[in-house]
């Protein structure tokens, strides 16, 4: 592939066993496939990285159908995915095999690598060990560009998911500061589109959230509800000089 490299990332999709249970009133697996939908007539669009929160009900069925839903709509792309809070890696690493279904964390294309890092701890904050720090070292490869990927944020962003964003974010951009190749920052979990720009690290980073395909969140309230913004996503574009771009988009309407 000698062009540009085109990565759309979905995430919190909050799926249940029953396609008619809704997440804060939103039909969660209405606003999925809109989403997929709207993914699968985009021609430019190299791959799928899912940044978690498959599930919000943990149940089988709940995989299950986010497998059947990605077939349904006739996805043709390789499909990469990482654990949120609410999500069992052991569950998607069983569920989501056979293509378009690809389980490497380290994607490598042209000049470029997208490091899909796990961010999960016990709790719904997320926590990056000593083993995941070090893996991320040694996956750079100093020669390309990287994007990070991960589920939770680790800047924080102002509202009540600050309560479960990444514990130990000194530790996470100490770690990044040496590492010049690495180019930005992606993550899920807040259930919006936001471009932010890290002030832990002394080489500054943007860092990009995800819209949910399932609703974003109100960030006025103090706990989760709909702001009626309908299902969303984005869009990164990585060039072949190391240029790095981004676009958010929802159904009906682009921001």
Not at 92 to 114: A, M, R, S, T
Not at 123 to 135: F, I, M
């Amino acid at each position: 592939m000698t062009q540009p490299l085109n990565i759309a990332q979905i995430s919190d999709c909050h799926l249940f066993a029953d396609k008619n249970n809704r997440h804060c009133g939103a039909n969660v697996y209405q606003n999925l496939v809109a989403v997929l939908e709207q993914l699968k007539h985009n021609q430019q669009v190299d791959l799928i990285v899912f940044t978690g929160d498959l599930t919000q009900d943990h149940s089988d069925e709940s995989y299950k159908l986010f497998v059947e839903t990605i077939r349904m709509c006739q996805i043709e792309v390789p499909v990469y995915y990482l654990p949120g809070n609410h999500d069992d890696l052991e569950k998607l690493d069983e569920h989501l095999i056979g293509f378009p279904f690809n389980q490497e964390k380290v994607i490598n294309c042209n000049n470029w690598q997208i490091i899909l890092l796990n961010s999960t701890s016990e709790n719904p904050a997320g926590h990056l060990s000593s083993q995941s720090l070090t893996w991320l070292q040694q996956a750079v490869d100093p020669k390309k560009q990287q994007l990070l990927m991960m589920h939770h944020h680790p800047v924080d962003v102002g509202f009540f998911i600050d309560r479960h964003g990444l514990t130990n974010q000194d530790e996470f951009w100490q770690t990044l500061t040496g590492i010049t190749s690495i180019k930005a920052v992606a993550c899920g979990h807040i259930h919006q589109a936001l471009d932010l720009m890290s002030v832990h690290s002394h080489r500054p980073l943007p860092v990009y959230t995800c819209p949910a395909t399932s609703l974003q969140f109100n960030r006025e309230m103090d706990t989760v509800n709909d702001n009626g913004q309908g299902p969303g996503y984005r869009l990164f574009t990585l060039g072949l000089k190391g240029k790095l771009s981004s676009e958010t988009f929802f159904i009906n309407s682009k921001k």
